[in-house]
T-cell receptor
Framework: GENVEQHPSTLSVQEGDSAVIKCTYS??????FPWYKQELGKRPQLIIDIRSNVGEKKDQRIAVTLNKTAKHFSLHITETQPEDSAVYFCAATSSGGSYIPTFGRGTSLIVHP | KAGVTQTPRYLIKTRGQQVTLSCSPISGHRSVSWYQQTPGQGLQFLFEYFSETQRNKGNFPGRFSGRQFSNSRSEMNVSTLELGDSALYLC?????????????FGPGTRLTVL
């Protein structure tokens, strides 16, 4: 089955800095890569996603890049703000049958004011 | 649209007891997945139901079971509770008909086993 590795597990930055979270996946049939944000005490919510036919996608201060050859994808947050502090999960969904995303273990992002 | 709801929000049980958690999906969604969330372990997949049938199952012991009703509401049951079952249990609702489905999570049920 699919295996998703996510790094780092904790990321601490100063407000205004950029943050990058990296994930790798194992199943070459994976074709959908969503990112979820979970604020403390809240439910995970989708913040951005990318399909395998696209190399990069941006939405204001966040962007996701995908390298299918290397089987890795990354989340980039620019001009970080304290409200960006949360746990971020990457996921990969394979076109090979199951519609279930396989999640990474999460990255705790802390943005210091 | 009303969001995904889960009941109860908090539960305290003792070892050996059993527990039933409930999840009401977004109207029109036919799939419900269940996840166990513990610190450092991320979101571990328990099982998925689609149109009242279990479609996928994760690597959890048989003490964990679930079902889905004709209105797409789902329940999960944990029997013979162990201390290690203490976790946040999240359900996610989605249409279930595509790889590109966004998962809409419920607020979770916090289970504490004493």
């Amino acid at each position: 089955g699919e295996n998703v590795e996510q790094h780092p597990s904790t990321l601490s930055v100063q407000e205004g800095d950029s943050a990058v979270i990296k994930c790798t996946y194992s199943d070459s049939a994976s074709n959908y890569f969503p990112w979820y944000k979970q604020e403390l005490g809240k439910r995970p919510q989708l913040i951005i996603d990318i399909r395998s036919n696209v190399g990069e996608k941006k939405d204001q201060r966040i962007a996701v890049t995908l390298n299918k050859t290397a089987k890795h994808f990354s989340l980039h947050i620019t001009e970080t703000q304290p409200e960006d502090s949360a746990v971020y999960f990457c996921a990969a969904t394979s076109s090979g049958g199951s519609y279930i995303p396989t999640f990474g273990r999460g990255t705790s992002l802390i943005v210091h004011p | 649209k009303a969001g995904v709801t889960q009941t109860p929000r908090y539960l305290i049980k003792t070892r050996g007891q059993q527990v039933t958690l409930s999840c009401s999906p977004i109207s029109g969604h036919r799939s419900v997945s269940w996840y166990q969330q513990t610190p450092g372990q991320g979101l571990q997949f328990l099982f998925e139901y689609f149109s009242e049938t279990q479609r996928n199952k994760g690597n959890f012991p048989g003490r964990f079971s679930g079902r889905q009703f004709s209105n797409s509401r789902s329940e999960m049951n944990v029997s013979t509770l162990e201390l290690g079952d203490s976790a946040l249990y999240l359900c996610a609702s989605y249409t279930g008909d595509s790889t590109y489905n966004e998962q809409f999570f419920g607020p979770g049920t916090r289970l504490t086993v004493l």
